[in-house]
């Protein structure tokens, strides 16, 4: 089959009178793999890694090389039969090819161990000798350049000691005296105790074609948040797996048994102390990563996190780096794939004290208390500069593809596929954080559940039903856990010209293109927007506001119920310049919104904003919301942290609309309104509940945040009705209505609102209400304000007109997201018919790039494709009649460097085209029968392929839609001034070494 022997064995026996029988298929002389790049120098005898293409790092298998002289350069043969699906294709638009490294070397430093672990303390977690080699690299070398090593059974679970340790060595490039920089090229570092290679206070290394391979603890490791200008080019890193040394190395099992470090009886939460082992661990922004694959971690592939000091040896040594504050060097072409946790992070920090009674956690465990928001020169009072992240690949990742805090961050020309939650953002720009930031993904494409089906075994959990077919697939996370192909929370974020393919849930789980965080606590702005996004027709549920049920529990947190996003040009929703949010919320609607019921969603015209309330003097308390509209829909509000010194809220309300506000205890003391989000102008009236012959202070002010002080303070001043208040809403007045306990004022907004921000551009303005009461009883006026404060809803934005037409701009522009992105691709699709379609007279097609070319008699139809423009030069059918043409026809009538498509139609009584085939590249003779349909892809030219496929179905059946995406330009075709792989990514590395 495709040029590879097998033997099919069938058996049937009796085992202890159970019969047993079945067929077992055997690969003769050899499995042989078709690679992307020229691997001739590969020998016979190495031993090579394929990476997993699913969702278990531990699908990964080593192979031995056979010696193979029918190969080309771009195919190697292996000895060992696979245990394992290995994806060799780009799926449905994203480059899941599994890659392969060789890992033999001529020169071999292998540590010596023994047969079995043998010290107490690594015994309690390893079955193995994890006592191996190390090299160490120090200051003031005169030259170090390792070239194509393997390192085998080194690295020792001991601080200091690793695979290879670069030791403070300061700068080990131009700018440290080397005129020859630095490297590390071609090792080949697997089946090591710790790490793979650690940068230890040195700045300027290069690392380039490096392997890791099943290591212990973070692989490529940046260790004390000092390290800068050191470039990762083009490495492979794969089954990285917890180690002991460090808390973010540990796995659950080990950080809680080690506490020895932590103060008195803390037990450490594996969730947020531990748990963190990356590939690729990024302490400090200021790197570049090209190129690389994480192909496997227990935790994360790559992680950037921020210290806020040097820590460990670099601690008093070095000024502070403001790693929080600095712009991101290169981050160009970088893939993530078969990670636990997730395939990019960036977010959080370590913890930088040691363990006290006041933070008795372990130093240098996981901590939550840095965000990224980078500046030029690491000044928070010049330019933003935003951090771009460009040609992510993220598949088959279990949590995340990628989640991403801080701001400004950019991710664009980026593919995400077959992940628990593609991408998340989770902006740090929404109050009270970084005012100003946001963040954008932009001309990337989410596809929910692909084509690879995945595999199960080796450590895959999780299978079921899902994708378009509802075939059995590898599942993340869970059988029910909601798929979500982007994810909004915080904000502002902007989704623009992306494109979602492959969202279908299923009666076990939702599955939506655009969702949100499970049971969320925190706030989301309105400002978050999405414009210019295409969906395809495999999208069943664009957005998903989450229902009570499993994941979601009671869905009723202030987050859940506050979710919302602006759809700019109704790309979404079919409604241009609408908000959508979930459909119970009735502090955002109108009479004219217009329900979502499968998004549980409501669409609205409007103008929106937050109200960010922060009460003292009690805690704890349950806050209700009600738009005087909607009386009988009060929106419950449980606030941020209950045990909390006050309490916050941050509701999202329509502008130009009156609310009440209401407790289940005794009304704060002390409340303070921010006008988040609001412009110039705008306004809400609302009323507090407060007991009877409660005496009030009333304050407007500008709160500059930064400074931690406020001025243009003016005092409210009361009014003997609301008729004045309404009368004078312009002014500074409120209105205590004793007879229902309400206090009303006006928040409106007097100064202008720049960009991003959510404050003003002179300060946050704020309206405290300072009240004085005896009374202990529950503040709660519901009762003596409806019917009396009630009014009949009204639109104050129309909603517009529903869009029918289709939008010709949105979308990715570029629909194939591979490792090589400057490749060009053409995607062909061929759609054969089965028995019931051919009754009907449905068409036969085959589409080239999106362009149908469709055909509805009986016969052959052939499609000639120039290899290096991708034009479609002819297209022919061949009838019944005329089939024995069709073999001259392919061998003089196409051009060299041709790409050919054949599709059949109909029963053909009988042909035999195995001589044309061979002429486009078949393995050998094919003899089709008289009653088969036919698909292939062929070459006419000097060279094979690998794409090269014949695909046939029993007649009556069909094939249903062959999907294949043909590389283009290959030199190997003929082509003169074609791509070659890496000249792009040659160049972002020559760029990176420059910027140093």
């Known amino acids: 089959m495709d040029g590879q022997k097998f033997a099919v064995r069938a ?28 691997v001739s120098t590969w020998k016979a005898e190495d ?10 790092m531990h699908q990964a298998e080593e192979f031995t090389l056979l010696p193979c002289p029918e190969c080309s350069r771009f195919q190697v043969k292996v000895k060992e039969t696979p245990q394992f699906l290995h994806i060799g294709e780009i799926v449905d638009g994203v480059d899941m090819r599994a890659e392969v490294g060789v890992l033999t070397r001529n020169i071999l430093i292998k540590g010596e161990t023994e047969d079995s672990c043998y010290t107490g303390k690594d015994c309690k977690f390893f079955s193995f000798d994890t006592f191996g080699g190390h090299i160490k690299i120090v200051e003031n070398f005169t030259s170090v350049h390792l070239s194509y090593v393997e390192l085998k059974q080194m690295g020792q679970q001991v601080q200091g000691s690793y695979s290879v340790h670069f030791h403070r060595c300061g700068d080990v490039d131009e700018k440290g005296g080397y005129s020859y920089k630095t490297y590390l090229d071609g090792l080949s570092i697997h089946h090591c105790f710790s790490r793979c290679v650690a940068i230890h206070a040195t700045n300027g290394l290069l690392i380039k074609d490096t392997i890791g391979y ?30 002991m040394l460090l808390p973010t190395d540990r796995n659950s099992t080990m950080c809680l048994a080690m506490r020895d470090r932590v103060y008195g009886k803390y037990v450490p939460v594996p969730a947020t102390d531990c748990m963190a082992v990356s590939t690729f661990w990024i302490s400090h922004p200021n790197n570049h990563l090209i190129n690389n694959v994480a192909a496997g971690s227990q935790d994360a592939g790559i992680w950037y996190l921020f210290h806020k000091i040097p820590t460990g040896e670099s601690h008093g040594l070095f000024p502070e780096t403001k790693a929080e504050l600095t712009p991101l060097g290169i981050f160009y072409n970088n893939k993530v794939h078969s990670n636990f946790k997730a395939g990019l992070l960036i977010d959080k920090g370590v913890k930088t004290t040691h363990a006290s009674a006041e933070d008795p956690r372990e130093y240098l465990c996981l901590d939550n208390n840095a965000r990224f928001r980078p500046h030029q020169d690491a000044d928070p009072e010049k330019p933003r500069v935003a951090a771009v992240i460009d040609g992510l690949i993220a598949y088959k990742n279990n949590d995340h593809g990628a989640w991403v805090r801080g701001g400004d961050i950019i991710i664009q020309n980026s593919g995400f596929a077959d992940n628990g939650i593609g991408l998340t953002f989770a902006s740090d720009g929404s109050f009270p954080k970084d005012e100003g930031s946001s963040q954008e993904v932009r001309n990337s494409l989410f596809v929910g559940e692909s084509k690879n089906y995945g595999f199960l075994g080796g450590q895959n959990k999780y299978w079921g039903t899902g994708g378009t077919d509802s075939k059995n697939r590898t599942l993340p996370r869970n059988r029910t856990f909601p798929i979500r192909g982007f994810q909004i929370y915080d904000g502002p974020i902007h989704l623009t010209r992306c494109t979602f393919n492959n969202f279908v849930p299923t009666s076990d789980r ?36 989450g229902k009570p049920g499993p994941w979601f529990e009671e869905s009723d947190l202030d987050g859940d119920k506050n979710s919302i996003f602006h759809d700019v040009d109704g790309s979404v929703t079919g409604y241009k310049d609408t908000y959508v949010g979930r459909m119970d919320n009735y502090l955002i609607q109108h009479p004219d919104c217009v329900n979502e019921t499968k998004w549980n969603g409501v669409i609205c015209s409007g103008n929106y904003a937050q109200v960010y309330v922060q009460t003292w003097n009690p805690q704890s308390l349950n806050m209700s919301m009600i738009r005087d509209e909607y009386p009988n829909h009060p929106m419950i509000l449980r606030g941020i942290n209950q045990r909390a010194a006050f309490q916050q809220y941050q509701p999202v309300v329509m502008l130009q609309k009156s609310y009440t506000v209401h407790w289940n205890g005794q009304a704060p003391q002390t409340t303070f309104f921010y006008l988040i989000n609001f412009n110039k102008g705008d306004w809400i009236q609302v ?18 945040r930064q400074a931690s002080a406020y001025y243009s303070v003016e005092d409210y001043v009361s009014v003997s009705s609301m008729a004045e208040l309404q009368k004078r809403q312009t002014e500074k007045t409120f209105y205590f209505d004793n007879s229902t306990g309400l206090l009303f004022l006006f928040l ?23 009240a004085n009461f005896r009374s202990t009883a529950v503040s709660n006026c519901l009762p003596n304000t409806y019917p009396k404060y009630a009014q009949q809803p009204t639109v104050v934005k129309r909603m517009p007109t529903k869009t029918t037409a289709s939008c010709q701009k949105c979308g990715a522009a570029q629909m194939v997201f591979t490792s090589y992105p400057h490749k060009t691709y053409l995607l062909v699709q061929i759609q054969t018919l089965n028995k019931e379609e051919l009754q009907r007279n449905k068409e036969s097609s085959v589409l080239v790039n999106g362009v149908k070319f469709p055909f509805k008699d009986v016969g052959i139809f052939t499609i000639v494709i120039d290899g290096c423009s991708g034009q479609v030069t002819k297209k022919t059918l061949s009838p019944e009649r005329d089939i024995k043409k069709l073999e001259e026809y392919i061998k003089t009538g196409i051009p060299q460097r041709s790409i050919v498509v054949l599709s059949s139609r109909g029963n053909i009584t009988y042909f035999n085209i195995s001589q044309a085939l061979m002429t486009l590249g078949a393995a050998k003779p094919a003899y089709l029968h008289n009653t088969e349909s036919i698909g292939f892809l062929g070459f006419k030219g000097n060279f094979k392929p690998s794409w090269i496929k014949l695909f046939i179905s029993p007649a009556g059946q069909g094939l249903g839609q062959i999907e294949k995406y043909i590389p283009l330009q290959m030199e190997e075709y003929g082509c003169t001034g074609g791509n070659t792989v890496r000249r792009k990514d040659l160049e972002f590395l020559k760029q990176a070494i420059r910027t140093q």
């Open 11 to 38: 058996f049937s026996e009796w085992i202890d009178g159970v019969q047993k029988s079945g067929f077992q298929i055997e690969v003769v002389h050899g499995v042989i793999l078709d690679l992307v790049e020229d």
């Open 47 to 56: 031993q090579i890694v394929v990476a997993s293409t699913d969702y278990s």
């Open 214 to 243: 099943d290591t212990l603890g973070h692989c490529f490791f940046l260790e004390d948040g000092i390290e800068q200008r050191n470039t990762l080019f083009h490495n492979l890193g794969l089954v990285t797996k917890p180690g």
């Open 510 to 545: 939702f599955t939506s293109a655009v969702g949100f965080p499970l049971k969320n606590t925190w706030q989301i702005t309105p400002k978050n927007n999405i414009s210019l996004v295409k969906f395809d027709k495999n999208v069943f549920l664009k957005v998903f506001f």
């Open 687 to 704: 009323g507090l509940c407060y007991p009877p012959e409660t005496s009030f202070q009333v304050t407007f002010d500008v709160f500059q």
């Open 748 to 770: 409106r907004a007097k100064y202008h609102r720049d960009g991003h921000s959510y404050c003003s551009s002179q300060g946050c303005e704020r309206v405290k209400v300072q």
